[in-house]
C-alpha cells in the first residue's frame, strides 16, 4: 500500500508569489498538533506489519525545517515493512540528519525555486544527496522568467537524476516552448488529463491521511473512505469522480496511463525507472 500522508502543518520558508503557503507563520499550538499527529501516524505504521507500505510526505509548505519530520523520516526507514519513504521538499534544511536513516528506503521530492535560493546552493544540496546516496528527484514550476533556469539545471545535474517540469497554466504556452520542454521532461504536460470515469488505483492501493487518521482515495477527492485509529478503511477499486486532474501525485495513479510502469520503485518520489 502507497499512503500520501498530509498533516496539519501550513507554513513555508520561502515566499514564492504562486503559493498560497508562501512565508507563512504558525503559532507553537498549531506546530505542536502537527508534531502530535504526526508521531500519532508513526505510532499506527509500526503496527501495520501485514503489507509492505509506501509513504510519500506531501505537506503544505516545507516540511523538513522541522525536527519532529526529519525524525519521522528517520524512524520510518528503520521499520522492516516499510519499503519506501519519501517527502517534498523544497531542500532548504540541512541533510547531516540522513545519516541516521536507512538510506536505501529514503528519497526526496525536491522542487528548486530560482526566486528564492542560488542555484549554485541548490545544486550543492543535490551533490551533498549524490555523495550521502540518497535518492532523489529535481524539479520546477516552468515560469516564464525561470525558462534559462531550467536549462542550466538540466545541464548541471546528473543525467540521472529527472528533472521534471511542472506546467504553470493550460494556455501559458507556445507549442515551441510545449516541445522544448519535451525534450528536457518527456513526461511534461500542460493539459489536465480528462478523469472522469476512469479506473485509478487511488481507494484501492493508495490513499491519503490527514492528521486526524482520515483517508481519502486522494488529495482531491473529498468523499471519507475510512479512518486508521477508528479501523474502517475501506480499500476496492475505484473511478475517478472528477472531470480532470491536473495534478501528478493525481493522475500518476490512472490506471491506463501507465505511469507506474515508468516510474516503477521511483514512483514516490518521482524519479522515472530508466534513470534509476
Known amino acids: 500500500m502507497k499512503i500520501l500522508y498530509r498533516g496539519p502543518l501550513s507554513s513555508c520558508n520561502y515566499a ?12 507553537r499550538e498549531s506546530l505542536k ?29 516545507e516540511a523538513l525545517i522541522r525536527r519532529w519530520y526529519q525524525k519521522a523520516i528517520i524512524d520510518l526507514s528503520l521499520m522492516a515493512h516499510v519499503k519506501k519513504v519519501a ?23 525536491t522542487t528548486f525555486h530560482p526566486s528564492q535560493v542560488n542555484r549554485v546552493r541548490f545544486l550543492g544540496q543535490c551533490q551533498a544527496l549524490d555523495q550521502q546516496g540518497i535518492a532523489y528527484s529535481v524539479g520546477m514550476v516552468c515560469l516564464k522568467e ?23 497554466q493550460t494556455d501559458y504556452y507556445t507549442q515551441t516552448e510545449r516541445d522544448y520542454f519535451k525534450s528536457i521532461d518527456p513526461l511534461f504536460n500542460a493539459i489536465p488529463h480528462q478523469s472522469k470515469g476512469r479506473r485509478c488505483q487511488t481507494g484501492e492501493t493508495v490513499v491519503t491521511i490527514d492528521g486526524d487518521g482520515d483517508v481519502r482515495r486522494c488529495h482531491f ?3 471519507l473512505i475510512g479512518n486508521i485509529y477508528s479501523g474502517d478503511m475501506t480499500l476496492k477499486p475505484r473511478l475517478c469522480p472528477n472531470q480532470i486532474c491536473d495534478c501528478h501525485i493525481g493522475y500518476v495513479h490512472l490506471n491506463d496511463l501507465g505511469l507506474d510502469e515508468v516510474f516503477g520503485e521511483g514512483i514516490l518520489e518521482r524519479q522515472l525507472k530508466m534513470t534509476n
Open 16 to 27: 514564492c508569489h504562486y503559493c498560497p503557503f508562501a512565508k507563512a507563520k504558525e503559532s
Open 33 to 61: 498538533r502537527d508534531q502530535q499527529a504526526l508521531l500519532r501516524f508513526i505510532d499506527w505504521v509500526r503496527g501495520q506489519t501485514v503489507e509492505p507500505i509506501g509513504i510519500l510526505f506531501t505537506p503544505w509548505g
Open 87 to 109: 517527502i517534498q521538499t523544497n531542500l532548504s534544511c540541512r541533510l547531516d540528519w540522513l545519516e541516521r536513516c536507512d538510506k536505501s528506503k529514503v528519497a526526496l521530492w
Open 146 to 168: 525561470h525558462f534559462n533556469d531550467i536549462a542550466l539545471l538540466r545541464r548541471e545535474l546528473r543525467p540521472e537524476v529527472y528533472l521534471w517540469i511542472n506546467a504553470y
Open 221 to 223: 477527492v473529498k468523499e
